[in-house]
Protein backbone atom coordinates (compact mmCIF):
# COMPACT_ATOMS: atom_id res chain seq x y z
CA UNK A 1 0.00 0.00 0.00
CA UNK A 2 1.40 3.31 -0.80
CA UNK A 3 0.47 6.55 1.24
CA UNK A 4 0.56 10.41 -0.11
CA UNK A 5 1.24 12.66 2.42
CA UNK A 6 -0.23 16.26 1.17
CA UNK A 7 0.26 19.92 2.45
CA UNK A 8 -3.58 20.72 3.25
CA UNK A 9 -3.15 24.37 2.69
CA UNK A 10 -1.08 23.81 -0.75
CA UNK A 11 -2.42 20.86 -2.12
CA UNK A 12 1.50 20.08 -2.50
CA UNK A 13 2.54 16.53 -2.59
CA UNK A 14 5.20 16.15 0.25
CA UNK A 15 6.26 12.47 -0.24
CA UNK A 16 4.76 9.24 -1.29
CA UNK A 17 5.57 6.18 0.65
CA UNK A 18 5.22 2.20 0.25
CA UNK A 19 4.07 1.25 3.56
CA UNK A 20 4.10 -2.93 3.91
CA UNK A 21 2.49 -4.01 7.24
CA UNK A 22 2.49 -7.83 7.57
CA UNK A 23 1.33 -9.88 10.40
CA UNK A 24 -0.49 -13.33 10.51
CA UNK A 25 -3.72 -13.10 10.96
CA UNK A 26 -3.44 -9.13 11.13
CA UNK A 27 -5.11 -6.88 8.94
CA UNK A 28 -4.00 -3.38 9.06
CA UNK A 29 -5.93 -0.44 9.15
CA UNK A 30 -5.84 2.47 7.47
CA UNK A 31 -4.42 4.06 11.05
CA UNK A 32 -1.46 1.92 10.76
CA UNK A 33 -0.70 2.70 7.17
CA UNK A 34 -0.63 6.45 8.25
CA UNK A 35 1.27 6.42 11.37
CA UNK A 36 4.22 4.59 9.39
CA UNK A 37 3.88 6.49 6.87
CA UNK A 38 4.11 9.85 8.96
CA UNK A 39 7.13 8.39 10.99
CA UNK A 40 9.37 7.88 7.99
CA UNK A 41 8.00 11.66 6.81
CA UNK A 42 9.47 12.93 10.21
CA UNK A 43 13.02 10.36 10.01
CA UNK A 44 13.17 12.17 6.02
CA UNK A 45 12.31 15.63 7.41
CA UNK A 46 9.71 16.23 4.90
CA UNK A 47 6.89 17.81 7.37
CA UNK A 48 6.83 19.55 10.54
CA UNK A 49 6.44 16.77 12.92
CA UNK A 50 4.25 19.20 15.47
CA UNK A 51 1.90 19.99 12.94
CA UNK A 52 0.42 16.41 11.44
CA UNK A 53 -3.06 18.18 11.48
CA UNK A 54 -1.83 20.42 8.76
CA UNK A 55 -1.14 17.45 6.50
CA UNK A 56 -3.78 14.98 4.57
CA UNK A 57 -3.21 11.21 3.56
CA UNK A 58 -4.50 9.14 0.77
CA UNK A 59 -3.70 5.29 0.61
CA UNK A 60 -3.46 4.23 -2.82
CA UNK A 61 -3.61 0.47 -3.11
Excluded at 4 to 25: D, F, M, Q, S
Excluded at 46 to 51: E, G, T
Aim: glycine share 4%; charged share 30%; with cysteine.
Amino acid sequence: MNVKILEKETGRIVATYPININGLHYQPTESDYISEAWKCAIEDRAVDPDKKTSYSFTLID
